[in-house]
């Protein structure tokens, strides 16, 4: 996966959630984790929604709820840049979000509908552009970044955080 990407399309912090892509086809992607989505979340009894593993560790709803939040930050990014968009954009605070953001109080449904709109809309965003909007590159928390990059940390963001909700959360 990595090979496709070119230098300067995306900060090595971002490499291990981009190798976890499991598609080659963006928006193939995307609709492979929706569906993983839904159905790892339903396998999840309601009553561990709000267990965490550790002190000061988010729950599990609060992971799905970042999931979330990411992917409506990320795709914010995929459009400016595939806009062109030049203006360099701020990063964002995941340790703010998380208290902030009432996932303890989710049932698993809206969770996963909340999900499933955001990842449709996430869909259909990667759906319009073409491939030179795929290819442009923007700037966000100081770091070059690539539309199509923005996809793939997406889709391999939720893998990365499923993986972790099995080994240590279930």
């Known amino acids: 996966m990595l090979a496709q990407l ?15 892509a499991k598609h080659i086809d963006v928006v193939k992607g ?6 993983e989505f839904v159905d790892f979340v339903n396998s999840i ?20 709820q970042h999931l979330i939040d990411a992917e409506r930050v990320f795709a914010y990014r995929a459009l400016r840049f595939a806009r062109n968009d030049k203006t360099s954009l701020m990063g964002f605070e995941q340790d703010d979000y998380v208290p902030n953001s ?6 698993k449904e809206e969770l996963i509908a909340d999900f499933e709109a955001v990842r ?12 030179e909007m795929l290819l442009r590159v923007g700037e966000a928390s100081s ?14 963001h939720q893998a990365h955080h499923f993986e972790v909700l099995k080994e240590r959360y279930l």
């Open 102 to 107: 009432n996932a303890n109080n989710y049932s």
């Open 6 to 20: 070119n230098e300067g399309e995306f900060h090595p912090y971002y490499g291990a959630y981009i190798s976890k």
């Open 45 to 64: 009894p309601q009553e561990k929604f709000t267990y965490a593993y550790a002190d000061e560790k988010w729950t599990i709803a609060e992971v799905l």
């Open 120 to 131: 449709n809309s996430s869909i259909t965003l990667f759906k319009s552009f073409t491939n």
């Open 143 to 156: 770091s070059a970044m690539s539309t199509r990059a923005v996809g793939y940390v997406l889709a391999g």
């Open 30 to 35: 995307l609709h492979h984790g929706k569906k």
